[in-house]
């Protein structure tokens, strides 16, 4: 079964500002907030990869050769189920009614058929949903002291290889979600 996650709206801020950065890394000179920019960015895909979730709020769309009684939504927590579309073997879309699926929320958010639909055999459905955390505001403070570490990490060892700190490991471990 091919499973395809795509991202359409991205991230419109970063869950640390610059400022949280640099008072981190005890930096007094903003000579280096486009690298710690960029930092922040990498350090959250990394935290993101590792958690295997998604920290600021962002849109997906899952697809799906055909669906099953319950599909797990892939990057929680889930924020919000937009849509529901099938696809049958001539390509004609269906609407899913949302009140025809059951939405478990928590770390393993599922969507449960009340009744399967029928689909094509390949990209027969289409999930489209908001997952993360909400804005930066509403990121755990264990999930930004991670992710401050690890910027941390690339700031000291810029050229060089780097492994996670374990001090961000130990932060983000928590909530990382583990493969079933």
Do not use: C, W
């Amino acid at each position: 079964m091919t499973i395809v996650l795509i991202v359409h709206t991205k991230p419109v801020e970063d869950p640390i500002t610059i400022e949280e950065a640099m008072e981190f890394l005890r930096i007094d000179s903003d000579v280096e907030s486009n690298l710690l920019g960029t930092l922040i960015k990498a350090a959250t895909r990394h935290a993101e990869e590792f958690m295997r979730r998604s920290i600021v709020e962002r849109t997906y769309e899952l697809v799906l050769d055909t669906p099953a009684m319950e599909i797990y939504l892939p990057r929680p927590p889930l924020l919000v189920l937009s849509s529901i579309t099938t696809y049958d073997e001539t390509g004609l879309a269906v609407v899913v009614p949302l009140t025809d699926v059951m939405v478990t929320s928590g770390d393993r958010p599922k969507l449960t058929f009340l009744t399967l639909p029928t689909t094509r055999s390949v990209n027969g459905i289409v999930i489209e949903y908001t997952a993360g955390y909400g804005g930066a505001e509403d990121v755990p403070e264990e999930i930004k002291l991670g992710i401050k570490y690890i910027v941390g990490e690339f700031f000291e060892n810029r050229g060089r290889e780097t492994a996670m700190p374990n001090m961000a490991r130990m932060a983000l471990q928590p909530f990382r979600m583990m493969k079933l």
